[in-house]
């Protein structure tokens, strides 16, 4: 009985360090996936969409 113990216990320790261990991977992916997702919405829009007008005055610039 002494070895079936030691086998459940051994079971145990190793289940909960497996326990522990796919939390850690789960806060992990949650945190990263999350500065990731702010990471791109707030990040500064392209360049193109900053000023609508750059297209007209380039054309005001070259016909003078």
Same mark, same amino acid.
């Given at each position: ?5 030691l086998?459940? /216990?051994? %079971? ?8 522990? !261990?796919? @939390?850690?991977?789960?806060?992990? *992916? ?5 500065? /990731?997702? %702010?990471?791109l ?6 360049? !193109?969409? @900053?000023?609508?007008?750059?297209? *007209? ?8």
């Amino acid at each position: 009985t002494l070895a079936v113990q030691l086998i459940s /216990f051994l %079971f145990s320790v190793v289940s909960m360090f497996f326990l522990i !261990s796919v @939390l850690l991977l789960l806060i992990l *992916a949650v945190t990263t996936f999350l500065y /990731f997702f %702010f990471f791109l919405m707030i990040r500064r829009p392209p360049r !193109s969409t @900053l000023d609508r007008s750059s297209a *007209a005055s380039d054309v005001y610039k070259r016909q003078s």
